[in-house]
């Protein structure tokens, strides 16, 4: 008991220096992961003081200091194919561990929490490693799809978190439980395989190539139905197929990038702002506008409402006139 002791008076002095570097990390993933263009949610946050003290309790061959996820950050991204892209990014800013998938520790017949797990530090020469030196200041990264944080979110308090606990249930409820598991990793998988194999509609086609480069500007979700709409009025101005489309626009995006880094920095703030801004066809309407302003207008006249289409060209810089 006397090692608990000591574990709760140095966390109490430790655990905000362990939050302001488990933000640190948060902020920076943030902003490395948004520039793949992949959409995700970054958070981060120390143990409380009682969690830690039940780890150790539970855990007795660690102590204070070989306790490896005294803060976390996690990362929740929506298809199974994004989690090996944050990895690279976290194995490019950070001196990152060897990541241990939960999923393997499982058998073919049970159960428990997925997501793939990784210690991460500061490399030597990032500007705070002074402050939170990589011998005393790592966090634990865990990486998971949108089911299976729900998996998590809804077993966390539950007897069902894993298999072992399921012993003293009956047969009928535990077979329940295992169907329930089952059904959210085939959505999963069935999420992960449809963006994969969805149908080569033209608009679609044009719609992922956009969302890349939409998600390295902001992560605000936009309405598909209306960017879908909006292509499909749009794309006939360029004269060609939806792949040379999107080779195109992939070759505007990097000549206008920094434009569009400094507009979207802003346009939060813009209360009087396009509603088409936050939507990956404002990359076309850009560059349809830079191309030929009055053929865009022509085509979006009566459509959509004509003071829209002059927001989108007033930020970008376009005149009218």
């Keep these: 008991m006397n090692d608990l002791e000591e574990a709760r008076k140095l966390w109490q002095i430790e655990q905000p220096a362990f939050r302001e570097f488990a933000f640190y990390v948060q902020e920076r993933l943030k902003v490395e992961v948004r520039r793949t263009g992949i959409l995700a949610d970054v958070s981060s946050r120390p ?3 009682d969690s830690l ?8 061959e660690h102590t204070y200091e070989s306790l490896g996820d005294k803060a976390g950050v996690r990362v929740i991204v929506r298809y199974k194919d994004e989690v090996g892209p944050v990895l690279e990014v976290a194995k490019q800013n950070f001196d990152r561990g060897e990541p241990e998938n939960t999923a393997h520790r499982l058998k073919p017949n ?6 793939v797990h990784a210690d991460l530090r500061l490399l030597a020469g990032d500007p705070q490693i002074g402050k939170f030196p990589a011998n005393r200041f790592r966090v634990e990264l865990q990486v998971c799809t949108m089911a299976q944080h729900l998996w998590a979110e809804m077993a966390h308090d539950s007897v069902y978190k894993y298999d072992a606990l399921l012993g003293p249930l009956p047969n009928e409820l535990q077979r329940r439980i295992y169907i329930l598991a089952g059904v959210v990793e085939l959505a999963d998988e ?11 509609v033209p608009e679609l086609s044009v719609l992922k190539s ?14 598909p139905s209306l960017s879908i709409e909006v292509i499909r009025l749009l794309a006939p101005l360029y004269a060609s197929t939806p792949a040379k489309i999107a080779e195109h626009l992939d070759a505007f995006f990097a000549k206008h990038k920094q434009t569009l880094v400094e507009v979207y920095e802003k346009a939060a703030e813009m209360p009087d702002r396009s509603a088409f801004l936050f939507q990956p066809e404002a990359l076309m309407i850009y560059d349809l506008l830079e ?7 022509e085509a979006w ?3 959509y409402p ?3 289409l002059e927001r989108m060209a007033n930020v970008f810089g376009i005149s009218f006139d």
Aim: charged share 40%.
């Design 301 to 303: 006249s009566g459509h």
């Design 291 to 297: 191309t030929d302003h009055l053929a865009v207008r």
């Design 306 to 308: 004509d003071r829209e």
């Design 190 to 200: 069935e999420f992960n395989r449809i963006e994969k194999e969805m149908p080569s």
């Design 53 to 60: 003290i039940k780890k150790l309790i539970l855990k007795p």
């Design 47 to 49: 143990k409380e003081l």
């Design 210 to 223: 956009l969302e890349r480069h939409y998600y390295e500007l902001t992560t605000r979700r936009s309405d």
């Design 110 to 115: 049970t159960f428990g929490y997925l997501s």
